[in-house]
């Protein structure tokens, strides 16, 4: 039975030992191109003589989702009078007899044993993936619904920020803010900031002063010896000119925040739904960057050229302060 690559697409593959685990033998393959190593279950629920032409329509599936086909039009293979009768015998694949062409039947109960291989893996990441960007794709209608993943990604965005400080010479940065950002607790702190800024930008760029509807949560975390200290030290985060430029760029440049945001939403919702595959996460990446284009009447070319100059515009507007974070860390895509 002849292989390919999962990952490159090269034939250069050998076998590479066989794992002997509780829930069946594996085997191991090695690509002499990219030198990727796999494994691939040697599954029981279909015929051995029938497993090439099922994992070359796994394949068929993941390559054509890849390229951007949509669901009804990838998978399909060629078959011979052979092959189709064979195929007959396997309840999760499907045939078009008139084009004599046949697929894994993406709706079907797909055998975990075959789930449990590279193949079925991916095959598996890439329905879960397109189940996401068409999630997504609906919030281009619902501008209500699009405004709260907007929300929530940036939230997520700045959760995960690293607010690290600059000053271009010792004790131009405040004592106050100096002092809590060594404090053991800093971490949790930085939450609170994070909130609280996401608060700000909402107001700020969209004009939303009740986040309530939006159910980012509080964040209220109690912060031992720094309550009395949290509203003075985002004051003077927020009083120091960047501050004021970093939103005038923002509302200058409303589509690149929603853009990070979307993008930061969309991962959030890979990762719950456990996918790792690259392929899997650009396709639900280019679905949100596709949907920001569309909802700012722009092209998605020009949209991705801003986010590729983010970090020079981010560092031309804070460069001429004493003091500041770097916001580079802050804005960013996941």
Same mark, same amino acid.
């Given at each position: ?70 669901l ?6 060629? /078959? ?10 396997? @309840? ?23 789930? /449990? ?25 619902? @501008? ?5 993943a ?17 000053e ?20 949790v702190?930085?939450?609170?900031i ?5 608060v ?6 969209w ?6 509807k ?15 200290n949290i ?15 970093i939103? @005038? ?7 690149? /925040?929603?853009?990070l ?37 722009? @092209? ?6 801003? /986010? ?27």
């Open positions: 039975m002849k292989r390919v690559c999962p990952r490159c697409g090269s034939s250069q593959v050998r076998k590479y030992g066989k794992v002997r685990l509780q829930q069946g033998i594996l085997q191991k393959f090695r690509c002499m191109s990219c030198k990727h190593v796999w494994h691939t279950r040697i599954v029981q629920c279909i015929p051995e003589d029938m497993s090439d032409l099922v994992f070359r329509m796994f394949r068929a599936f993941i390559r054509d989702i890849d390229a951007g086909k949509c009804s039009d990838a998978g399909w293979i060629p /078959l011979n009078d052979n092959e189709i009768e064979r195929l007959r015998e396997i @309840d999760f694949c499907e045939i078009d007899y008139e084009n004599m062409n046949g697929r894994i039947n993406y709706k079907s109960q797909i055998p975990t044993e075959l789930l /449990l291989t590279e193949e079925g893996r991916v095959f598996h990441e890439f329905l879960r993936a397109v189940g996401i960007a068409q999630k997504v794709e609906a919030l281009k209608n619902n @501008d209500a619904e699009y405004l709260k907007v929300a929530a990604g940036l939230n997520e965005m700045l959760k995960n920020a690293q607010f690290i400080f600059w271009k010479k010792k004790g131009f940065i405040p004592e106050k803010l100096h002092n809590v950002v060594l404090s053991p607790k800093w971490g702190f930085a939450k609170k994070a909130y609280l800024l996401t700000n930008l909402l107001e700020s760029i004009g939303i002063s009740d986040v309530s939006l159910h980012l949560g509080s964040n209220k975390e109690e912060i031992a010896g720094f309550n009395s509203n003075s030290v985002i004051n003077e985060i927020k009083e120091n000119p960047q501050w004021a430029k939103i @005038d760029f923002f509302r200058s440049n409303k589509d690149v /925040l929603e853009a945001s979307l993008a930061w939403f969309v991962s959030q919702r890979a990762i719950e739904e456990e996918i790792g595959y690259l392929g899997a996460e650009l396709l639900i990446l280019e679905t949100a960057m596709k949907i920001v284009a569309d909802k700012n009447n722009e @092209d998605v070319a020009i949209l991705r050229e801003k /986010l590729a100059n983010l970090n020079e515009e981010l560092y031309r507007l804070v460069c001429e302060e004493i003091w500041g974070v770097n916001w580079n860390d802050v804005f960013r895509l996941p």
